[in-house]
């Protein structure tokens, strides 16, 4: 099993910065990727970016050249940096974490809100 603690979000203004911190812990060698979702009330939870193992990064496209996603292996977290906010920013934001041969996203976190007003 593994555990995943987001931490990092809040209330911003639009234009402004904030980072978000994924720590994992227990099983951490059993993972092969890992990932920030978000979610608004109401709709779908999407994508906003992904780590493989390997090095891989993708974005969501109405993040990209804003969002920077990073690993530190050492400290088995996960971060996303978030730039140039908007207020369609706004959403609970989840950390992901995919298993070794898993094709899904096996364990997720509680959730941080990121709030950015206009």
């Known amino acids: 099993q593994v555990q995943l603690v987001e931490s990092g979000g809040g209330l911003v203004q639009a234009g402004g910065s904030l980072r978000l911190s994924c720590v994992a812990s227990?099983?951490?060698?059993?993972?092969?990727?890992m990932g920030w979702y978000r979610q608004v009330p109401g709709k779908q939870r999407e994508v906003v970016a992904t780590s493989t193992n390997a090095g891989s990064t993708n974005y969501a496209d109405s993040v990209k050249g804003r969002f920077t996603i990073s690993r530190n292996y050492v400290k088995n977290t996960v971060l996303l940096q978030m730039n140039s906010l908007k207020p369609e920013d706004t959403a609970v934001y989840s950390c992901?974490?995919?298993?070794?041969?898993?094709?899904?996203?096996?364990?997720w976190g509680q959730g941080t809100q990121v709030t950015v007003s206009s």
């Open positions: 992901a974490a995919r298993a070794v041969a898993s094709y899904r996203w096996d364990y």
């Open positions: 227990g099983n951490i060698f059993s993972i092969n990727a």
